[in-house]
């Protein structure tokens, strides 16, 4: 921006720091590139966002970090937005953290970038998502 100071804002410096681990540290999972959108329907405040950092902590690149309607949800929800297995060591490890099997929708019930790959619908905020950098 022209000031010396990140895109992001003032200090921060989370997207450089992410982009410099995704590098260095490069894993099967972050070489898959996969692209993530993060929604929170757990009407806790943050709690997309705490999830997103986390993904991005595993190299991970999230799009959209937002909110959604929780609907008939009981549990966080993975969703594959393109079913045709580019990224097949992501949706094996989002499967785990999430202790789910990703949904392959025929129609996302909400709008996200075209560039995603998988959407995160936070419902429950006790998830525990790790942030080994060492896991596939």
Do not use: C, W
Not at 21 to 41: F, I, M, P, R, W
């Amino acid at each position: 921006n022209g000031d010396g100071q990140p895109v992001a804002g003032m200090y921060n410096y989370t997207q450089i720091q992410a982009y410099i681990q995704k590098k260095l540290y490069a894993t099967g999972l972050s070489k898959e590139d996969a692209h993530v959108t993060v929604l929170n329907a757990s009407g806790v405040a943050g709690a997309a966002q705490q999830e997103a950092n986390r993904l991005t902590a595993l190299g991970l690149t999230v799009d959209l970090v937002g909110n959604a309607s929780k609907g008939d949800l009981t549990a966080t929800t993975v969703y594959q937005v393109d079913p045709n297995g580019k990224q097949p060591l992501t949706l094996a490890k989002l499967n785990s953290l999430y202790a789910t099997t990703a949904q392959v929708p025929t129609e996302l019930p909400f709008a996200v970038p075209e560039t995603t790959d998988f959407v995160i619908v936070v419902v429950t905020t006790a998830t525990s998502v790790e942030t080994d950098n060492n896991s596939n």
